[in-house]
């Protein structure tokens, strides 16, 4: 199924809409990647620039990924369950539909103006202005545009952030979506005072020893299909507890199996509280958010998510029908 961009207006609109206002919120998508936060943060400086009062906010109530906190401004994150504070208006980057806000949705529907800036391809735009861009290696780089747009001062704070955005969702600027666009506001953005050794240090060459040992349970779990063009793993919250890990220890796992000789379509499930979210990686023109699309999810070509709500040794086995692995590594029962 082809999902085309409903953008109903232009940066350059935004950008006259968010100068007339002075209170803002901006949001992003439940479990925050790279872009995601990039983005808030980015958008949030450079509105403060111009004198606006904003804060940025968390779809759930728990702690930002720990390897994102580098990031200018991500000691501020506030839950959005928690947020009483004026919005005037209510920004949401790097989220394609309002069951992606998660706790942000009350203010997203409480917020007398609504603004959408995303690079996910949706069926129906759901603020009052949206603009979404498919094209766009990642939100952040609209971000980046929209910032010049509205006269600020594109330094290094915003350059990091836009930067980090740009990074993550290219995969150092090794996955499709990597264009001469990507290249162009790369080159600006370090131009501007971002510092690209700094940054993957940062966040690529951070991880804790918990990660460490999820990436030995992760290569133990690992199933592939006949013809070892499809891999799948999996994590248990029994894994994530011994190895006394959290949710963002596990966000290299599915780089891991996408590295495998062969593989076309890789996929990693991490078993939440009643519920299991998956992650879809491609390294050639396979659709992959067609096929999260088929359990309820979506996302890029490239690079997309899903959530199935059964147990895990469910979960393993419905995706790997899918994926035509017959004999899948299937979760011990735990008593």
């Known amino acids: 199924m082809t999902v085309t961009s409903q953008t109903n207006t232009t940066l350059s609109e935004i950008a006259s809409a968010l100068a007339e206002r002075d209170h803002f919120v901006i ?17 949030a400086w450079a509105l403060r620039q111009l004198g606006k009062q904003v804060t940025c906010v968390l779809a759930r109530d728990e702690e930002p990924p720990s390897d994102l906190m580098f990031l200018p401004g991500a000691d501020g994150l ?5 947020f009483e504070g004026p919005c005037e208006c209510f920004i949401a980057v790097d ?33 009052d202005l949206s603009y979404t861009d498919p094209d766009a290696a990642s939100t952040s780089l609209l971000i ?19 930067y980090t955005g740009l990074m993550t969702d290219t ?29 993957a240090r940062e966040f690529y060459q951070n991880r804790s020893l918990a990660s460490i040992e ?30 006394g890990a959290v949710k963002a220890d596990a966000e290299p796992m599915i780089d891991l199996l996408r590295s495998l000789r062969g593989v076309r379509v890789a996929c990693m499930l991490r078993e939440q509280d009643g519920e299991v979210r998956g992650s879809f990686r491609s390294k050639d023109d ?26 895990l040794r469910g979960a393993v086995e419905t995706v790997a029908r899918r994926l035509g692995i017959e004999s899948p590594t299937l979760p011990e029962e735990r008593l």
């Open 27 to 43: 949001g992003g998508h439940v479990s925050p990647d790279g872009d995601c936060l990039g983005s808030a943060l980015g958008l």
């Open 78 to 82: 506030v839950p959005a369950a928690r």
């Open 95 to 127: 989220v394609p539909t309002p069951e992606r806000l998660g706790d942000e949705a009350r203010l997203h529907e409480a917020a007398p103006f609504t603004v959408t800036v995303d690079h996910h391809a949706v069926p129906r735009a759901m603020s």
């Open 144 to 162: 980046w545009e929209l910032a010049a747009l509205l006269g600020a001062d594109r330094e290094r704070i915003i350059a990091t952030c836009c």
């Open 171 to 199: 995969g150092r600027f090794q996955h499709g979506n990597t264009d001469a666009a990507a290249f162009k506001g790369a080159c600006e953005m370090v131009a501007a005072g971002a510092r690209p050794g700094e940054i």
């Open 214 to 243: 999820l990436e030995g349970r992760t290569v133990s779990h690992m199933c592939l299909s006949g013809d070892g063009e499809a891999v799948l793993s999996w994590l248990s919250l029994a894994d994530f507890a011994e190895c």
């Open 286 to 311: 396979t659709d992959v958010a067609a096929i999260a699309g088929e359990f309820g999810g979506g996302g890029h070509k490239a690079a997309a998510g899903f959530t199935i709500h059964d147990d």
